[in-house]
């Protein structure tokens, strides 16, 4: 059973906006190494909200369900007290007899209010955490296309090799497509060797 309170609320959605990505204009320019970081910064944070959901989900559950048991409760007593009490019962439009009702039960009322604003806060709490693991999974979308335009750079020849290879470590060792290994060298050695 998870009801989160007011400050919990507070402490989780300061968490949230920490949780915030952005990608790099140029991620060729960051390097390849800086490209494997952002993924598995935005997959950690994935990972984290996707736990606050699951917490958020039984929370609105718990909240929904302490309303439907307030309100039903409070429904059968207006409705008992319009059908048993005569002075209520006398009154001459139904509006009436449910203003007066609630009048008698005004404490049930205001604990419905209540339970009503709480479950609303649950709901509003969690459609914020699926915003943001929603715009999380955006940026992983995001950084896949980034991939790609460098994948497709590559091919039609815009990217060169030499320029990925000061992103990669200093004589880092890359199997060509015909299944030879290839020792990178540094843009900077490749200049001097020129």
């Known amino acids: 059973m998870i009801k989160l309170t007011e400050v ?6 300061e968490e949230l906006e920490t949780l915030k990505v952005s990608l790099d204009k140029d991620p060729v320019a ?3 190494s800086a490209i494997n970081e952002k993924i598995a910064d935005i997959q950690a944070k994935k ?20 309303y439907d048991t307030t309100k039903t409760s409070l429904d059968l007593e207006r409705s008992k007290e319009i059908v048993t009490d005569t002075d209520i019962k006398n009154l001459k439009s139904d509006s009436a007899r ?28 969690l459609k914020c ?15 896949s296309r980034q991939i790609s335009v460098i994948q497709m750079g590559i091919n039609i020849g815009e990217i060169r090799r030499e320029d990925l290879a000061p992103l990669m470590p200093r004589y880092a060792k890359v199997k060509e ?4 290994e290839v020792k990178l060298k540094t843009k900077e050695e490749n200049e001097w060797n020129s």
């Not at 919990?8 to 959605?13: A, I, S, V």
């Not at 955490?129 to 992983?140: E, K």
């Not at 497509?177 to 030879?180: D, F, L, Q, R, S």
């Open 30 to 32: 960051q390097g390849l």
């Open 98 to 125: 449910q203003a007066a009702a609630n009048v008698k039960l005004n404490q049930k009322c205001l604990d419905n209010h209540a339970d009503l604003l709480e479950f609303m806060t649950a709901e509003s709490y």
């Open 8 to 13: 919990e609320y507070t402490k989780n959605l």
């Open 177 to 180: 497509p015909t299944g030879v």
């Open 47 to 66: 990972d984290r909200v996707s736990n606050l959901l699951v917490e958020a989900l039984a929370n609105k559950c718990e909240y929904e369900k302490k």
């Open 129 to 143: 955490i699926y915003q943001i693991y929603n715009n999380l999974c955006s940026a992983q979308e995001n950084l």
